[in-house]
């Protein structure tokens, strides 16, 4: 491995979306991941169609430049080689319910007594304390509860975003706060307890909402993707497709009016500012979709575009991975997995000029249990004792 986290292990122990994506940035950033599994394997495993294979595709896309061991950690002797992992380790990423670690011996303060240098990400739904810290948390759940559900959709009917915005964005916060975390670890040698909540993330992305509300502004409702303050923000139809406008500021107004031919609006000192075309949102987004639908998208956005007014087509997946921009970032990433054959997913969704993007994808997700007999080698057994721990189903091996 290459990276700024060249160096730094993690230990994870975690399933389904989120806290896999914040160990998997890790890796792309250079850190040996191991990511220890049930025998049975990770739960995102079974997430499909689609699989490769067999292999599921939402478990390739959270996966890549891991190692994986199966372990059973409800056995003394499984908990004694996660201890041994732990000893060797800098970070460990955990997302059980908080009772569940207790009963199986591994209590978050006994963890952090015993490898006082680790740094523990801590992965729930409601976060480690609170009257909810018990509940299981998904996705969806962390949607419905945060609002975010609740300005999602039209015609009055709250909708959930169509993706596992809660998991990648937690994951994405858990990977900057353990970052964060490791450069303390560095300076003084100690460790952290970071404690990650699907619930505060989905809070995170609700912020201009929630402090708009808390401002005065009235309790919102789905609003069709039309933005709460800005004016005008949102979709517009033209005459073969759905096109998105952006008029962040007064001049982009002014430009916008005079590539439509809507003079006569910009001459409006009431339009002249977001405020003044906010309160008359309904009648000025109804003279832009005049102007528009009689328009191609290809022309409109033209238009647009040629005086520097953010502008787009709402872009369809197949379009999406075609996209001219996204292939000259090379944002979408390949890789030859050893049974899924070529999968191709998005990448790190970054550029480190020390670290080129065609590294990112080091190594492929590894299939259940890949790397059991190479991890245990690393940490003292011998091939006799990894044999002894499979036959005594503690472990499981290809």
Known sequence: MSGPLQGVRVIDIASSYAAPTASMYLADMGADVIKIEPLRGDDARGWGPPFLNGEAAWFLSANRNKRSLCLDLRSDRGRD???????????????????????????LDALRERFPQLVICAFSGFGLDGPDAGLPGYDLIAQARSGLMSVTGDDGLPQRVSTALSDVASGTVAAFAIAAALVRQQQTGTGELVDVALLEADLALMSPRIASFLAGEPEPSPCGGMDSVVAIYQSMRTADRTIVIALGNDNHWQRACAALGLDHLAEREE????????????????????????????????????????????????????????????????????????FRGVGAPWRLASDPADRQA????????????????????????????????????Q
């Open 81 to 107: 080689v996660l201890f041994e992992l732990l000893a060797t380790a800098d970070v460990f990423i955990e997302n059980i319910v908080p009772t569940k670690l207790e009963k199986h011996g591994l209590g």
């Open 271 to 342: 339009l002249s500012t977001n405020a003044g075309r906010r309160a008359h949102r309904m009648e000025v987004v109804a003279e832009i979709q005049r102007t528009l639908e009689v328009l191609s998208s290809t022309d409109a956005l033209k238009l647009l575009q040629d005086v520097g007014v953010p502008c787009a087509q709402i872009n369809y997946l197949s379009e999406v991975v075609s996209d001219p921009q996204v292939v000259a970032r090379g944002a979408i990433v390949d890789y030859q997995h050893p049974v899924a054959g070529v």
């Open 362 to 397: 080091r190594i492929p997700a590894p299939v259940r249990g890949e790397h059991g007999r190479e991890i245990l080698r690393e940490i003292g057994l011998q091939d006799e004792g990894i044999d002894e721990l499979a036959e005594e189903n503690v472990i499981w091996l």
